[in-house]
T-cell receptor, first 114, second 113 residues
């Protein structure tokens, strides 16, 4: 079975631009979460979606938004990019959104903002 | 405020010996804990989890211990193998409310052949 897939793998953007990152969950998983990981830190929670509804939001500005589609895939959008948005963006899927289910991570999208 | 802490940024262990990675948390609402392993250029890989109703969970060479009163968990790897060399993250979540995982900053384990 395919794991969590993310696209693109790498991305270089300029300050002020916007970016869209994509994620396909493991087949059968209905919950998708997004995390940001900067160098030397653990992943930080951005959003969780379940059945196309936002179930949780981390401490990120409104420039960050996301959505989930009927096939449970998801997009993360970041507007007005800042240099500090440079990071590895991870998508994770799980069977359902409760905290007692393991989340399985994709390989991530490495975003560089110049 | 770092709710999940891994105070050892790195650890070196000889092949065949035990590796012990530690994690402390501050939020008493956390009741589910996980360990992930991460290789460079890959996403974190789930290793093992434990619910707060247990104090130990084993899976092959990996055992996680939870001490709720001390708000401390540890991951034991026995015997350690060179392929175990990676960054290990502990994560915590509550099973009610927002179901996000809170991650520690990671411990880089190096297993020496």
């Amino acid at each position: 079975d395919a794991g969590v897939t993310q696209s693109p793998t790498h991305l270089i953007k300029t300050r002020g631009q916007h970016v869209t990152l994509r994620c396909s969950p493991i087949s059968g998983h209905k919950s998708v979460s997004w995390y940001q990981q900067v160098l030397g830190q653990g992943p930080q929670f951005i959003f969780q979606y379940y059945e196309k509804e936002e179930r949780g939001r981390g401490n990120f500005p409104d420039r960050f938004s996301a959505r989930q589609f009927p096939n449970y895939s998801s997009e993360l959008n970041v507007n007005a990019l800042l240099l500090g948005d440079s990071a590895l963006y991870l998508c994770a899927s799980s069977l359902n959104p409760t905290g007692s289910y393991e989340q399985y991570f994709g390989p991530g999208t490495r975003l560089t903002v110049t | 405020d770092q709710q999940v802490k891994q105070n050892s940024p790195s650890l070196s262990v000889q092949e065949g010996r035990i590796s012990i990675l530690n994690c402390d948390y501050t939020n008493s609402m956390f009741d589910y804990f996980l360990w992930y392993k991460k290789y460079p250029a890959e996403g974190p890989t789930f290793l093992i989890s434990i619910s707060s109703i247990k104090d130990k969970n084993e899976d092959g060479r990996f055992t996680v211990f939870l001490n709720k009163s001390a708000k401390h968990l540890s991951l034991h790897i026995v015997p350690s193998q060179p392929g175990d060399s990676a960054v290990y993250f502990c994560a915590a979540s509550g099973t009610s409310g927002t179901y996000k995982y809170i991650f520690g900053t990671g411990t880089r384990l190096k297993v020496l052949a």
